[in-house]
């Protein structure tokens, strides 16, 4: 089975790789040519677990290369480009109407020979209802004006997938979405994930099947449920994260335990113990721009969402209680020296999309404070898409603590949860820690003399 990927951001190039590793011959297309050429050297351009060692491992199976490269000989075109927010809150799909106009371009007098297919084109893109219809009429548009009579079947197939373990989530899913009206064109696509559905893959081995994992359910609906699901699940788990932490905040008020809180309603099968962990908030490429993007689509429709916008209030209100806790125990805030230990959204990735940690640094900064990190991965990145943020980036944790007068973990690696604090705690001028993500041994850093601060305690 043969398969082209416009786009080799986080999806498509997750999505690549793991088609590839499983027996299918996967073309990959982008226009950024500098890193078409780090791919073609097994060097990916994003930090995501497992995915240059499963580069090197798909046996010349997966290529690259810009439109030029592009052939008619492909059973499924997925579409994964951009779909970043409006000011409006709105997905701009200015990138992938390109890819449809480009498709429309491209696709050559064989769709019209009887024994020829068109290859089936997919919206993974997370895209707003009706999208599917318009990338249709996009492509038909353009071949009409070429002379070239044949339909065209476009599908609407979300990814699921969580930055840092894409992979993972890639391999083993919960379920797999298709929104098709065409028979054929969801069935073409259950063949291209069979070896997922009916897990019949070896597992990688840095990338074991989970035990009692259960086969991912097969789902077949019309384009606009499917692109609605997306949409849903994103805004409900943003909305589960930001309901505990406004839970946290009352816990702080009353004086419970927000850990002990979401344990106990976590047991309750209808609820799930997931996303309760209490903290800074959300960020990401994902969550932001897919809550925004259906409050807007509402709207459209006259159609008000107030508690979708509420997980977003909630989010962005942790982000300033950060603030308001360093005042509380450091009163002026001007001329202090403050620490962030971590920058990326979450562990496991680069990603600076709507970081907390940005939002932080840049309110710290109005204050008057110095603002010093330390982030395994995600420095160079930050120094590249904030150039003009006076943040003084140091190469270790060790280095980060000597003289400030606070210290905040903003992004919970492993390396940041076990450091020697005690001897931390000596390097700085006072020893208050702010445990942005609950995940430090408050007991043992309050036995070590600090002033430890957490979210929801």
């Given at each position: 089975m043969h398969i082209t990927i416009i786009g080799c951001g986080y999806v498509g190039l997750t999505t690549a790789v793991s088609l590839a590793y499983m027996g299918r011959c996967v073309h990959v297309i982008d226009q950024n040519e500098e890193r078409i050429q780090m791919l073609r050297r097994s060097q990916p351009p994003i930090h995501e677990k497992g995915l240059e060692e499963l580069l090197n491992q798909t046996n010349g199976r997966l290529t690259f290369g810009t439109w030029d490269s592009f052939e008619i000989k492909t059973d499924v075109v997925i579409i994964a480009v951009g779909t970043p927010s409006k000011e409006n809150g709105d997905a701009d799909l200015s990138y992938v109407e390109a890819v449809a106009?480009?498709?429309?371009?491209?696709?050559?007098?064989?769709?019209?020979?009887?024994?020829?297919?068109?290859?089936?084109?997919?919206?993974?893109?997370?895209?707003?209802?009706g999208s599917a219809r318009r990338v249709q009429s996009i492509i038909s548009q353009h071949l009409k004006e070429r002379n070239i009579v044949t339909s065209i079947s476009v599908a609407s197939n979300p990814e699921f997938l969580r930055e840092g373990v894409a992979l993972h989530d890639t391999f083993y899913p919960d379920r797999i979405v298709i929104g098709s009206e065409d028979t054929q064109a969801a069935y073409t696509l259950r063949e291209m994930y069979a070896p997922i559905l009916e897990q019949t893959f070896s597992a990688p081995e840095f990338l074991p099947r989970p035990e009692n994992y259960l086969l991912p359910a097969f789902i077949i609906t019309s384009p606009t449920s499917a692109e609605l699901i997306k949409y849903a699940a994103n805004t409900f788990l943003a909305m589960k994260i930001s309901y505990i932490n406004e839970i946290a905040g009352l816990s702080e008020k009353v004086g419970a335990d927000i850990q002990e809180v979401a344990r106990g309603i976590g047991l309750d099968?209808?609820?799930?113990?997931?996303?309760?962990?209490?903290?800074?908030?959300?960020?990401?490429?994902?969550?932001?721009?897919?809550?925004?993007?259906l409050i807007h689509t509402g709207e459209q429709y006259?159609?008000?969402?107030?508690?979708?916008?509420?997980?977003?209030?909630?989010?962005?209100?942790?982000?300033?209680?950060?603030?308001?806790?360093?005042?509380?125990?450091?009163?002026?805030?001007?001329?202090?020296?403050?620490?962030?230990?971590?920058?990326?959204?979450?562990?496991?990735?680069?990603?600076?999309?709507?970081?907390?940690?940005?939002?932080?640094?840049?309110?710290?900064?109005?204050?008057?404070?110095?603002?010093?990190?330390?982030?395994?991965i995600a420095m160079e990145n930050c120094r590249h898409i904030h150039p003009n943020l006076a943040i003084e980036y140091v190469s270790s944790s060790t280095e980060l603590v000597n003289g400030i007068d606070a210290l905040i973990l903003i992004t919970e690696w492993n390396e940041f949860i076990h450091l020697p604090y005690k001897l931390y705690g000596e390097k700085m001028r006072q020893k208050v820690i702010l445990d942005g993500r609950n995940a430090l041994n408050s007991q043992a850093l309050r036995d070590a003399g600090f002033t430890y601060i957490g979210v929801g305690k």
């Open positions: 106009r480009e498709l429309g371009q491209r696709l050559t007098p064989q769709v019209c020979d009887k024994s020829t297919s068109a290859p089936v084109i997919v919206n993974k893109s997370t895209v707003p209802i099968k209808r609820i799930g113990s997931q996303f309760l962990n209490a903290g800074i908030g959300w960020g990401g490429s994902c969550f932001p721009k897919d809550v925004q993007a006259g159609y008000a969402m107030p508690l979708s916008q509420s997980a977003i209030d909630v989010n962005y209100r942790q982000r300033e209680e950060v603030i308001k806790k360093l005042q509380s125990a450091l009163k002026v805030l001007r001329g202090r020296t403050i620490g962030l230990l971590g920058l990326a959204f979450k562990p496991g990735t680069d990603d600076l999309r709507d970081a907390p940690a940005i939002t932080i640094a840049e309110r710290l900064i109005e204050l008057g404070v110095h603002v010093k990190a330390y982030d395994p």
